[in-house]
């Protein structure tokens, strides 16, 4: 389905959520004019590339593993794993301004390179990324959406899942961090009944600890201060 009203023909979709929230500080809205640009992979938006010509990740990491971070939030883990593994690129969507902004900034103090960030929706990724490309994918506590009505928004859903596997390569790890139970039971039953993908959960611990690489977000710490318990879910494109 496209929207009729785009001259580029991009195809219409629904987007629930904030794009923005509090003012953004003097400082935040010079990392957006003066780092976004450059950080950008280009080419995303439907007016940049109405023809949705894939993006040459070659060209853009060099020929590196590329890994996608799905909604970064404010950009804690998405920051350590690039300093942490300067022989990857990342790319990292997330819609909400003030986290990109917050990103920004600590790219700055970071000093890393090998990043790339969408300040949009990653199905707008997903429509340019070659297939079989990323090595790894990640979706760290994304919206709950709690209500049941509202379920089908949530990303662990075919209209996601499909495209995710798409642009996976053979083998890539998709990890899953999340504090809601609810998600847990629809990630795995929609992804459990998926042929292209296998959960790698061998006994409790392995939902139940954190990844030996991790690093605990904001959106972790104010769960664990709420009383809510994490669970990670490592699965595997077959």
Same mark, same amino acid.
């Given at each position: 389905?496209?929207?009729?009203?785009?001259?580029?023909?991009?195809?219409?979709?629904?987007?629930?959520?904030?794009?923005?929230?509090?003012?953004?500080?003097?400082?935040?809205?010079?990392?957006?004019?003066?780092? @976004?640009?450059?950080?950008?992979?280009?080419?995303?938006?439907?007016?940049?590339?109405? %023809?949705?010509?894939?993006?040459?990740?070659?060209?853009?990491?060099?020929?590196? =593993?590329?890994?996608?971070?799905?909604? $970064?939030?404010?950009?804690?883990?998405?920051?350590?794993?690039?300093?942490?593994? #300067?022989?990857?690129?990342?790319?990292?969507?997330?819609?909400?301004?003030?986290?990109?902004?917050?990103?920004?900034?600590?790219?700055?103090?970071?000093?890393?390179?090998? @990043?790339?960030?969408?300040?949009?929706?990653?199905?707008?990724? $997903?429509?340019?990324? =070659? %297939?079989?490309?990323?090595?790894?994918?990640?979706?760290?506590?994304?919206? #709950?959406? #709690?209500?049941?009505?509202?379920?089908?928004?949530? $990303?662990?859903?075919?209209?996601?899942?499909? #495209?995710?596997?798409?642009?996976?390569?053979?083998?890539?790890?998709?990890?899953?961090?999340?504090?809601?139970?609810?998600?847990?039971?629809?990630?795995?039953?929609?992804?459990?009944?998926? =042929?292209?993908?296998?959960?790698?959960?061998?006994?409790?611990?392995?939902?139940?600890?954190?990844?030996?690489?991790?690093?605990?977000?904001?959106?972790?710490?104010?769960?664990?201060?709420?009383?809510?318990?994490?669970?990670?879910?490592? $699965?595997?494109?077959?």
């Amino acid at each position: 389905m496209t929207d009729s009203n785009s001259p580029s023909g991009a195809p219409w979709r629904n987007f629930y959520g904030r794009r923005r929230g509090k003012g953004l500080r003097d400082s935040q809205k010079g990392y957006l004019n003066e780092d @976004l640009v450059a950080l950008s992979p280009g080419k995303v938006d439907w007016d940049a590339n109405p %023809e949705r010509v894939p993006l040459d990740l070659d060209a853009m990491f060099g020929g590196k =593993p590329v890994w996608l971070e799905i909604g $970064f939030g404010g950009g804690e883990h998405m920051v350590h794993q690039a300093a942490q593994n #300067p022989d990857v690129g990342i790319i990292g969507c997330e819609p909400y301004i003030n986290g990109v902004a917050m990103l920004l900034g600590k790219i700055r103090r970071a000093g890393v390179e090998n @990043l790339k960030v969408h300040p949009g929706d990653v199905r707008d990724m $997903f429509d340019v990324l =070659p %297939e079989a490309s990323i090595s790894r994918a990640f979706l760290l506590y994304p919206d #709950p959406w #709690p209500k049941k009505r509202h379920h089908r928004r949530r $990303f662990v859903t075919p209209e996601h899942l499909d #495209p995710l596997a798409r642009v996976l390569k053979p083998g890539a790890i998709f990890r899953i961090a999340t504090d809601i139970p609810d998600y847990v039971r629809q990630a795995l039953e929609q992804l459990m009944a998926r =042929p292209d993908f296998e959960w790698l959960a061998e006994g409790p611990e392995d939902w139940r600890a954190p990844w030996d690489d991790w690093i605990s977000t904001r959106y972790e710490q104010k769960a664990l201060r709420e009383g809510r318990t994490p669970h990670y879910l490592t $699965f595997r494109r077959v």
